[in-house]
């Protein structure tokens, strides 16, 4: 339990990063989150047993195709729909590169739940229209990108079967990705 909490607490640190300030925030905001810095602390936070990493995995998953199709279906600018589709590409990609590494481990994965955060965070940008809709996705999307580098970075570190390690190590890349392409959307 404890790890839990401080894997949220990383998640939460890091989701901060990308927060912008008015112009001085966003220009303080332009360049990459330096994740050298943030790798250091996270491998420590992260789970390392492949029940508990399964789980984490499969509801970010989840969140960010669930959150893209929420605001897919509000009609947003064609940057954002774009990103959009790839986050559900995407992450059914990554979804299923996990299903079969764990099969090849032997383990049987379950099917993936949302936490009481992301079912919030959800909820905010179903309900909200608009701006206020596109604000609370790329809001979500950037905490839970954060939240996904450091579990795929960790678990890739210090998990404990190897096709698991293997699979978050290729994952890593293409969450940083989204990361980059989070900065450069208007808004974001």
């Not at 404890?2 to 300030?21: E, I, T, V």
Request: net charge neutral.
């Amino acid at each position: 339990m404890k790890g839990y909490y401080l894997a949220a607490f990383a998640a939460c640190m890091l989701g901060g990063c990308n927060k912008h300030d008015g112009a001085a925030g966003n220009a303080a905001n332009a360049a990459p989150m330096n994740n050298a810095a943030a790798t250091a602390v996270v491998p420590a936070a992260a789970p390392t047993d492949a029940a508990s990493y399964l789980a984490k995995a499969g509801a970010g998953d989840l969140f960010e195709i669930e959150s893209s199709r929420a605001i897919l279906a509000k009609s947003p600018g064609k940057a954002v729909a774009d990103f959009a589709d790839m986050m559900v590409k995407a992450h059914s990609q990554s979804t299923a590169k996990l299903k079969a590494a764990a099969k090849s481990a032997g383990l049987t994965d379950a099917p993936p739940a949302l936490d009481a955060d992301q079912k919030t965070k959800l909820d905010s940008i179903k309900a909200a229209d608009g701006s206020a809709a596109v604000t609370a996705y790329l809001a979500a999307q950037r905490d839970a990108h954060a939240a996904a580098l450091a579990l795929h970075q960790g678990y890739a570190a210090s998990g404990d079967m190897p096709a698991l390690k293997a699979a978050a190590q290729e994952i890593v890349p293409v969450v940083q990705h989204h990361i980059d392409m989070l900065g450069k959307l208007p808004g974001a």
